[in-house]
C-alpha cells in the first residue's frame, strides 16, 4: 500500500491561487517585513503571522498600444480587470484560511492609503462645485447658486495644508505595502524604478496580499535582481520623480537594494496624477493633454510639494475637465481601484513600469513607442472628455 503524502497548508494555498487565475503566488512571514510602517500587517490583523502575495500581469501587446498612444481604452480595461480579479482571488484565499480555522484579511489594492477616509464627503462637494461652475459657464446659474460657488472658492482657497510635504510623503502611507511583500515572499526585487521588477513579466504585474494568523513556512526571495540597470524607466518618467544618477539604499525583509534616488511624490501626482503630461521631455507627453504655463518645468526643489498643491486647487477652481479628472482620482482613491464603477478612473502615465517588459527587447521597444509616440493635445480626436464614462 502506497501512502500519499499529504498536501501542506502553504501548497493548498499556492494551488488555489493559481487556479483561480493568479500567475505568481509567495509567501513571507509577518516578522520579516513589520520593522517598516508600510508594511506591517498588524495594522490590519493583530497578531499576524504570514502574508500571501498573489501576482497578475498586465497583458503585453494592450500595454504596447496605450505607450504608443494609439488607442488607451484597452490598456484601461484590462487593468480594471486585473484589479478586481487579484481582489476575487485573495477573497478566495481569505475564505480558505477561515475554514480552516485561521482569521485573514484580503487586503484593498492601490490607493489604499491610511490617511483615506473611506466616508468621506468632498468629491462629491466638488462635484457639486463643478456642476455650479459649469452653469456659470453656461449662463443658466441662479443667484442662489452664484453665491454657493463664492463660498466653495473661499474654502478651496483656505484648503491649501500648512504642510504640503506631510500631504505628499508622510500622508501617503498604504495600509500595506503589496510591494514589500512581493519582495519578501520572492516574486520579484526592487528595481531603479522602485517598481518590483519580476524574472517573467518585468514590472508589468500587479499585487495583492491577504495577511493571516495562520503560522506558514515562507519561501525564499530571489536571489538575483531581474533588473538590469537599464535605466530606460528613468527616461519613460516625465515627471522627474527619481534621479537618473543618483543612488539610495532600502532593505525589504534583510535583503538591500539600490535604487534610483527617489524625490517627492508630489512629483507623480502631477504627471501620473494627469495634471500635466509634459515636465522633462517636449517631444513626447502622457496621455495627459495639459501642460505648465509657457513652456515652464516643475520646480527641482523642496518648494514642488507647495507647487502641486496649489496647482492642485487651481484644477479644481477652475471647474474644467481637468477637474474632473481630478474628481474621479478622489473617488479612486476613497473607495479604492477594484470598487471603482469599470473606466471610472482612467491612468495617464505609469510609464516607468510599463516600459520595463519582460526582456530588454522588449523593453527598448516599448520606450521607442512611448517616445515616438508624439504629444495629446487638448481638443479634437483626443479630447479628454471621452474618458470620463
Known amino acids: 500500500m502506497t501512502l500519499t503524502k499529504p498536501i501542506s497548508l502553504e501548497d493548498q494555498i499556492k494551488q488555489l491561487a493559481l487556479e483561480e487565475g493568479a500567475v505568481l503566488v509567495g509567501i513571507c512571514s509577518a516578522d520579516s517585513i513589520k520593522e517598516k510602517e508600510a508594511s506591517d500587517p498588524n495594522y490590519l490583523l493583530q497578531g499576524a503571522q504570514s502574508v500571501v502575495s498573489i501576482g497578475l500581469n498586465l497583458d503585453d501587446e494592450k500595454i504596447k498600444i496605450y505607450l504608443s498612444k494609439k488607442e488607451r481604452d484597452p490598456f484601461v480595461e484590462n487593468q480594471d480587470d486585473v484589479y478586481k480579479k487579484l481582489k476575487e482571488i485573495g477573497e478566495k484565499i481569505k475564505l480558505f484560511l477561515e475554514e480552516k480555522g485561521y482569521k485573514a484579511v484580503n487586503c484593498d489594492l ?3 492609503y491610511r490617511n483615506r477616509k473611506k466616508n468621506d464627503k468632498n468629491p462629491e462637494l ?4 463643478i456642476k455650479l461652475i459649469d452653469k456659470e459657464k453656461n449662463n443658466t446659474i441662479t443667484d442662489k447658486e452664484r453665491a454657493m460657488v463664492e463660498r466653495m472658492q473661499k474654502m478651496l482657497d483656505l484648503a491649501t495644508p500648512k504642510n504640503p510635504k506631510e500631504q505628499f510623503q508622510e500622508g501617503m502611507v498604504p495600509e500595506l505595502s503589496h510591494k514589500c511583500i512581493a519582495v519578501a515572499a ?9 517598481n518590483v521588477v519580476t524574472e517573467k513579466y518585468g514590472a508589468r504585474v500587479l499585487f495583492n496580499s491577504i ?21 530606460l524607466c528613468e527616461k519613460a518618467c516625465q515627471s522627474g520623480l527619481f534621479s537618473p544618477d543618483e543612488t539610495q539604499n532600502i532593505t525589504i525583509a534583510g535583503v538591500e537594494e539600490t535604487i534610483a534616488k527617489r524625490y517627492s511624490k508630489a512629483y507623480c501626482a502631477a504627471v501620473c496624477g494627469g495634471m500635466i503630461g509634459q515636465n522633462k521631455f517636449k517631444e513626447w507627453s502622457t496621455w495627459s493633454p ?4 509657457d513652456g515652464e518645468s516643475l520646480p527641482k526643489d523642496d518648494s514642488i510639494n507647495e507647487y502641486v498643491m496649489k496647482l492642485m486647487l487651481e484644477c ?20 479604492g481601484l477594484h470598487n471603482k464603477p469599470k473606466g471610472m478612473y482612467v491612468p495617464t502615465c505609469a510609464s516607468c513600469q510599463l516600459v520595463c517588459g519582460p ?3 522588449d523593453k527598448k521597444e516599448s520606450y521607442k513607442l512611448l517616445k515616438n509616440g508624439g ?12 474618458c470620463l464614462k
Not at 495562520?214 to 535605466?231: G, I, R
Not at 495639459?290 to 504655463?293: A, T
Not at 504629444?375 to 471621452?386: A, Q, R, S, T, V
Request: proline share 3%.
Open 186 to 194: 520572492g516574486l520579484g526585487r526592487v528595481g531603479w524604478s522602485g
Open 126 to 129: 466638488i462635484e457639486t462645485y
Open 375 to 386: 504629444c495629446i493635445e487638448l481638443g479634437g480626436k483626443w479630447d479628454p472628455e471621452y
Open 290 to 293: 495639459y501642460r505648465l504655463k
Open 359 to 361: 526582456t530588454m527587447k
Open 316 to 335: 479644481i477652481k477652475e471647474g474644467s475637465v481637468r477637474a474632473k479628472h481630478l474628481l474621479v482620482q478622489m473617488k479612486a482613491i476613497r473607495d
Open 211 to 231: 495577511v493571516t494568523d495562520a503560522k506558514l513556512t515562507a519561501d525564499k526571495q530571489l536571489e538575483k535582481n531581474p533588473c538590469n540597470n537599464c535605466k
Open 110 to 112: 492601490n490607493f489604499d
